[in-house]
């Protein structure tokens, strides 16, 4: 491994040319009133080595990645993860977990198939601002 990533608090890992995704992480970054979560994108090297460690494919940018407490989740899964994290009325949104998965990941593979085309995409990966680099793993 190039870096050693400590895991002890939960991670957003997100697609960083994405306008969807980097919407999501602003408004996680705004709604995570204890500054739990912290973030990276796919095409750094911290989310890489992250998702190599747990055996996922750092080149898969269709899915956000959740990772917390040594489980990785994926697509809705992960998505609902992150709500819980956020307090009410986000919280609420985790009751959607008994839909089955199979249900909630199709229209997540829709939206995520999709996300470029209604949401656009930027030419740079997202740089922190200087107030938000302490939430960002480099």
Same mark, same amino acid.
């Given at each position: ?37 912290? *973030? ?28 917390? &407490? ?31 998965? *199979? ?13 470029? &085309?209604?949401?656009?995409?930027? &030419? ?15």
């Amino acid at each position: 491994m190039r870096t050693s990533v400590s895991l002890d608090r939960p991670v957003l890992i997100f697609d960083g040319y994405c306008s969807l995704c980097n919407g999501t992480v602003d408004f996680v970054m705004r709604h995570d009133k204890k500054q739990e979560i912290l *973030f990276t994108a796919n095409q750094h090297e911290a989310g890489r080595e992250i998702l190599e460690k747990l055996g996922k494919d750092p080149e898969n940018v269709e899915t956000v990645y959740f990772v917390e &407490n040594g489980q990785v989740y994926e697509r809705s899964t992960a998505a609902l993860k992150i709500a819980r994290k956020l307090g009410f009325p986000w919280s609420f949104a985790y009751t959607f977990m008994i839909i089955p998965s *199979f249900i909630r990941d199709a229209i997540y593979k829709v939206i995520a198939a999709n996300r470029y &085309n209604w949401f656009g995409k930027k &030419n740079t990966c997202r740089i922190p601002t200087p107030e938000e680099k302490a939430r960002f793993l480099a």
